[in-house]
């Protein structure tokens, strides 16, 4: 099974169909209910569920999923029977296995019931008809497509040279990945005085997303957050409540992060911890979408 556990939980909505292919003799008695087998739909149906429910014991590399909704709906046409199913769940990954697997649970019992009156039976055209939810849902990652970023590592020992920045590059990796230009990755020391410079710079560029890393801790040379701070226009305290929560899920050290975020006019600034790990889950916690906030700091509403 893939490792899920860096992944965001988002509501993921699949919606699925299939065909039963009948004879124009098998789909009157459907209508008519003149079935061998009684019930016909109402099996379908439970049949559907219980497959949806059984999914990731069904299939080997599936994960357990939560399923929040899943209905199931049948139309009958001249010559077949459509199997239509929607399901929703909120968590780390996706329900369009579960969506696929009502379908043909239900186009089997259909099958099953049918066999005795019709020897033509064909399930057909089995497909994902749409999947939203996660980092790749186009709603959201559209925000960060041409977006620009530059990064800012606040560390003394990387300054020096006693020390080689990772976290800077792991961000740098994060944004291209999502189709942001990095213009550029700068090193200082956690001196007050040049982050503030470097930033309020950045800012009068029109620069999308600052990022900094390092300083956010309670360390004695821990300036970052407390610099930032004084300089932004407006604080997010929605971004930076979800990186901690984010990390909280996967270090209990994660609540002593004091990282935050704001705007300086245009520009998105954001603090993420110096430690890779602390940076690479606070970006993926909240990659795309902080990019919608340009949106919002352009006019342009939600």
């Known amino acids: 099974m893939n490792d899920i ?125 749409a999947k939203t939810g996660g980092k790749t849902d186009s709603q959201i990652k559209k925000f960060a497509i041409g977006s620009n970023a530059k990064i800012l590592v606040c560390s003394d020992s990387c300054f020096a040279g006693k020390k080689e920045d990772s976290s800077g590059k792991i961000i740098s990796e994060l944004l291209i990945s999502e189709g942001v230009d990095v213009l550029e990755i700068k090193i200082i020391p956690d001196e007050p005085e040049q982050i503030e410079k470097t930033i309020k710079e950045w800012s009068i560029e029109k620069i999308d997303l600052i990022v900094t890393t390092g300083g956010t801790g309670l360390g004695p040379r821990d300036n970052t957050t407390d610099t930032i701070k004084s300089i932004l226009d407006k604080e997010i305290p929605g971004i930076s409540e979800t990186m901690r929560s984010f990390g909280q899920d996967r270090t209990p050290f994660a609540m002593l992060s004091r990282s935050i975020a704001g705007n300086i006019g245009k520009t998105i600034i954001v603090s993420v911890p110096g430690s890779t790990n602390g940076a690479k889950e606070s970006m993926t916690a909240i990659l795309p979408a902080v990019f919608h906030a340009k949106k919002m700091l352009r006019g342009e509403g939600h």
């Open 5 to 129: 556990t860096g992944k965001r939980t988002t509501l993921r909505f699949a919606e699925a169909e299939g065909f039963v292919n009948c004879s124009k003799e098998t789909i009157q008695r459907v209508k008519n209910n003149d079935l061998p087998k009684g019930d016909l739909f109402g099996v379908a149906k439970a049949a559907a569920l219980l497959g949806a429910k059984k999914t990731s014991e069904l299939i080997p590399h599936c994960h357990p999923v939560p399923i929040d909704f899943f209905s199931i709906n049948f139309e009958v046409s001249e010559s077949k029977i459509r199997i239509f199913t929607n399901a929703k769940s909120i968590g780390k990954t996706g329900i369009e296995m579960e969506a696929l697997t009502g379908v043909m649970a239900a186009a089997l019992v259909i099958y099953d019931l049918l066999k005795p009156i019709d020897k033509t039976l064909e399930i057909s055209n089995v497909r994902l008809l």
